[in-house]
T-cell receptor, first 111, second 114 residues
Framework: TQLLEQSPQFLSIQEGENLTVYCNSS?????LQWYRQEPGEGPVLLVT?????EVKKLKRLTFQFGDARKDSSLHITAAQPGDTGLYLC???????????FGQGTTLQVKP | NAGVMQNPRHLVRRRGQEARLRCSPM?????VYWYRQLPEEGLKFMVY????????ESGMPKERFSAEFPKEGPSILRIQQVVRGDSAAYFC????????????FGPGTRLTVT
């Protein structure tokens, strides 16, 4: 059974700081999704990465996919309070159609 | 394009009652997935459906839980004889035919069993 480990579990920073969160898999990712979830809401898809070494940018967010497709990172530049939330990585299982989620990183950005 | 819609957003049931959770996928999406989120367990897959077909239900408890996605109307997740341990947030997601791995989630139904 595939396991996704995310680190750190919790992160509390001041507005304007930079941060990086990580997602590591016990096996090769099929395709990796990053989501952000705010309290009381459903996860919102941020990005999908498929190719090893791929880098994608979404405004102040930079997503990197490891060459071996077993790890990924999300870097946020100049964090803002609106970035507060639970960041989840997930892998898609093409055999079953399901997403396997990591436990998430809870980010708090203080004004 | 409206997103995935779920109702009700909050549902309170007494032990032994039935809970019915509804999900309408995004327009053009024919694949629906149900997930459950518990604070100590994270988001876990329950069931994957297409219209009138259950594709994979490996994450769904064998007893008391059932799901359907009829030809017309929303997908329904049904929990019979609810117990306190069923209290959780239940999320529905849908995906487009061209990219099954891109699943878009609804706002969830928070079920509380008293």
């Amino acid at each position: 059974t595939q396991l996704l480990e995310q680190s750190p579990q919790f992160l509390s920073i001041q507005e304007g700081e930079n941060l990086t969160v990580y997602c590591n898999s016990s096996s090769v990712f099929s395709s990796l999704q990053w989501y952000r979830q705010e309290p009381g809401e459903g996860p919102v898809l941020l990005v999908t990465v498929v190719t090893g070494g791929e880098v994608k940018k979404l405004k102040r967010l930079t997503f990197q996919f490891g060459d071996a497709r077993k790890d990924s990172s999300l870097h946020i530049t100049a964090a803002q309070p609106g970035d507060t939330g639970l960041y989840l990585c997930a892998d898609y299982s093409s055999n079953t159609g399901k997403l396997i989620f990591g436990q998430g990183t809870t980010l708090q950005v203080k004004p | 394009n409206a997103g995935v819609m779920q109702n009700p957003r909050h549902l309170v049931r007494r032990r032994g009652q039935e809970a019915r959770l509804r999900c309408s996928p995004m327009k053009g999406h024919s694949h629906v997935y149900w997930y459950r989120q518990l604070p100590e367990e994270g988001l876990k897959f329950m069931v994957y459906l297409q219209k009138e077909n259950i594709i994979d239900e490996s994450g769904m408890p064998k007893e008391r839980f059932s799901a359907e996605f009829p030809k017309e109307g929303p997908s329904i997740l049904r929990i019979q004889q609810v117990v306190r341990g069923d209290s959780a947030a239940y999320f529905c997601a849908s995906s487009p035919p061209s990219a099954y791995y891109e699943q878009y989630f609804g706002p969830g139904t928070r079920l509380t069993v008293t």
